[in-house]
């Protein structure tokens, strides 16, 4: 049954929500039910009543006149349709590159840590070398981690560029690829949601290591080594995460769920917010890190962006 | 296969026919179309209830809600005097259509014409 009404809300997808249009769709849906259940009374498997109420359903164009949207279903023609071998294409490509994308956010996150391990160590005493040569050691090796991160994404992203249009603009999806990708969705979901959870798991724990180090050892370096610590089992989580989600992802930017619902996409101030608050954040983050030095604590800049990113979306939903 | 060209002159006559008696809804109307046609036509729900959209705001039929088994309010049918008399025009017309047709139609008996 609830096949029926994906079928019928895809096909009034992006059609404006006037009185007359809502009617119809209450009183289509109400056919449909009605031959659906009898069909179903005379024997027929949930499939082939399925089959038989979607294909005598008909179609937009014969209601277009009767619901005064003519001009809307003829430009309706207009917008994009995935087809069964492009959604295809796009959960195998997202399959494959997942974890290299993961790989990439690994090395970012991972990034710092090396210099706050010098820093921690030669705090602690271990190490006889003066400050500025570890600063500069350890922010070589930082940004040869960010490079060789962000050559990972630009390897790997401009294979999936073909279908970035399916993240920003609204398409339609036939009844088949639809069928399909749920298919696949549900496949997917055992194996990740035990990824969330094994991450969210560890994202919770991750702070452990700086908690416990502060209470057990009273002592700096100790405590900037420990950031290394969490970082780590930040950067786990993160890569578990994205590896794992790929095809979730994936599925969900085709049934235009989530992050990629038709109301989202067609939140516009949302989508240039969005890409501004990032170069910010990341503006920000250097900004903050290189002119006070406390690498130790300007990742925190990270999660708190994340939180306020999440509220600001909520805020400019609800206008 | 039946032409959706003529069909689709005479949806609204097929519609009402089923009306004259008794108020219906969405699914009994597809129904009986069906089954009076012995399946050889099948009304989509798009082609029902375009035609009742255009009937109503012609003012051959008028729409209220109804019982229903299910619980859900279902919304009933029901022709007018107007839809009545809109019935018998098109009833008239299809006779003459037939009548004109009918003369260029050959006859399976009368083979000589092929």
Not at chain 1, 27 to 49: F, I, Q, R
Not at chain 1, 208 to 233: D, H, K, Q, R
Request: aromatic content about 12%; hydrophobic content about 40%; charged content about 25%.
């Amino acid at each position: 049954m609830n096949t029926i009404k994906n079928y019928l809300d895809n096909m009034f997808l992006g059609l404006p929500e006037t009185e007359d249009v809502k009617r119809a769709k209450k009183e289509l849906l109400a056919m449909m039910e009605d031959k659906y259940n009898e069909l179903k009374n005379s024997g027929k498997t949930e499939n082939e009543a399925i089959g038989i109420v979607i294909s005598e359903f008909g179609n937009l164009d014969e209601l277009a006149d009767a619901l005064g949207i003519r001009q809307v279903v003829d430009n309706k023609s207009d917008i994009n349709c995935v087809t069964y071998e492009e959604a295809e294409g796009y959960l195998e490509d997202s399959r494959n590159i997942a974890p290299k994308t993961a790989i990439g956010v690994f090395l970012c996150i991972m990034s710092p840590t090396f210099l706050l391990l010098l820093l921690g160590l030669n705090e602690l005493g271990f190490l006889q070398v003066k400050e500025e040569r570890l600063v500069a050691a350890g922010l070589a090796v930082l940004i040869g981690l960010v490079a060789a991160g962000v050559s990972f994404f630009i390897r790997y992203s401009s294979k999936l560029e073909k279908y970035e249009y399916m993240q920003k603009s609204v398409f339609q999806l036939d009844y088949n690829t639809e069928q399909m990708v749920r298919r696949v969705m549900a496949q997917d979901e055992p194996a990740y949601t035990s990824a969330v959870t094994t991450s969210v798991i560890m994202y919770i724990l991750s702070p452990l290591s700086i908690i416990l180090t502060a209470l057990l050892l009273n002592s700096g370096g100790a405590s900037i080594i420990s950031v290394v610590g969490t970082l780590t089992i930040v950067a786990c989580a993160t890569y578990n995460l994205i590896s794992k989600g790929g095809i979730n992802n994936a599925c969900q930017v085709l049934l235009q769920q989530g992050d990629y619902s038709v109301k989202t996409k067609s939140n516009k101030t949302f989508q240039i917010i969005s890409k501004i608050y990032w170069l910010a954040v990341v503006a920000v983050y250097l900004l903050y890190s290189f002119t006070t030095n406390r690498w130790a604590i300007s990742w925190i800049v990270w999660p708190i962006a994340g939180i306020v990113f999440a509220i600001l979306k909520i805020v400019t939903e609800e206008k | 296969m039946i032409s959706s060209d003529i069909i689709r002159g005479y949806t609204d006559t097929m519609i009402l026919y089923l009306l004259l008696n008794e108020p219906s809804y969405g699914y009994e109307i597809s129904r009986k179309i069906k089954e009076l046609t012995d399946e050889k036509y099948i009304m989509k729900e798009t082609t029902l209830y375009s035609a009742f959209k255009r009937m109503e705001a012609n003012g051959y039929i008028e729409s209220f809600s109804g019982e229903e088994t299910y619980g859900k309010p279902r919304t009933y049918y029901k022709i007018t005097e107007a839809g009545k008399s809109y019935y018998r025009e098109k009833c008239e017309e299809w006779e003459l259509t037939k009548e004109v047709i009918e003369k260029f139609i050959v006859k399976e008996n009368n083979h000589e014409y092929y």
